[in-house]
Structure formats: C-alpha cells, structure tokens
C-alpha cells in the first residue's frame, strides 16, 4: 500500500527514531490525547490497536502497566 505524501512529511523527522517508553500513564495518556488533537488538526484518520485498545474498551483506561501506545495510521 503507497504512503500518502502528506502523512510521510510530518513524520519523515521521526522515522529511525526510538520509540517513547511512556513512565507513567499520565504521561501515556497526555500523549495521546496530544496525538488525537494532531491527527484531527491534520485530518488523519487512525486508531487504537493491542494493549491500548483493549484498555479502552475493557477497562475505560489504558492499562498501568503498558508503557506505550498502539495506533494504526
């Protein structure tokens, strides 16, 4: 599947980069919701996946002991 242009230039600064490893889900949760305001600003659809979209749906919460974030672009 091509990747769209648009979506490769916000993020070509990043890629090769070491994911973030969250410490603290406060900081997990800021980080999404800054990564959900971004996606909306730029009209890119995405969505949660594995252990983050489990949390969400089974416990209303991302799980503490999962230090990152799953999103599919």
């Known amino acids: 599947m091509p990747i769209n242009t648009t979506i490769a ?5 990043l890629i090769n980069q ?7 889900i406060g900081d ?3 980080s999404l919701q800054a ?3 971004f996606f909306k600003d730029q009209n ?6 594995f ?3 489990l949390g969400c749906e089974r ?3 991302l799980f503490s002991y999962d230090n990152d974030i ?3 672009i």
């Open 70 to 72: 799953d999103i599919a």
């Open 59 to 61: 416990n209303h919460a």
């Open 9 to 13: 230039s916000l993020f070509s600064p």
């Open 44 to 49: 890119i659809a995405y969505v949660t996946i």
């Open 28 to 30: 997990a949760k800021e």
């Open 51 to 53: 252990g983050t979209l």
């Open 18 to 24: 070491k994911p973030i490893s969250h410490t603290s």
């Open 35 to 37: 990564l959900d305001l």
